[in-house]
């Protein structure tokens, strides 16, 4: 008994991914399909049988492309070839996205001159690079007392860096961390 119904929840759960895909030859079970050529011309409404046949005839595929017109749109082609044409599509469009890191630089309440420069060279190569910058302060013990001195090193940040990069977010207390995030000029 339980075979049978983990059977059944896969055999679903096969049909719903089938589904995502285009239908081809036999899997077109509707009883009318409007038809259209390989070279795209219309050739009417017909039996998906017919269409079928004269798939074959050509040795190609019948491809369902509208499955929710009435009634369907197929078309026929090389179905082989035009899933190698997407996927070659889907990779060039995945090369030519460019991803954008958040990239961070933490600063102390009490950071010294050279350090917080050093820190401010690197946060310029970052947003240079074209990723967002998360500039944080971590509190420690007493320092929650002062929560304004962390303000003051975050206003020191953002004006060093502000012909390279426009706040996002301004400096905000969350917790034990003070935090903002600033993105490059242009980006927004």
Known sequence: MRLIFVTVIIWEVLSISKQQEQQINEEIRDKEVRLISEEGEQLGIMSAAQALKLAEEKNLDLVKIAPMATPPVCKIMDYGKFRFEKAKKEKEAKKNQKIIETKEIRLSLNIDTHDFETKINHARK??????????????????????????????????ALEEVANVEKPAKLEGRQMLMFMAPKGAK
């Open 126 to 159: 970052f947003v240079a690079d074209g990723n967002k910058l998360k500039v944080s302060i971590r509190f420690r013990g007493r320092e929650m007392a002062h929560p304004e001195n962390g303000l003051v090193i975050m206003k020191r940040a953002e004006e």
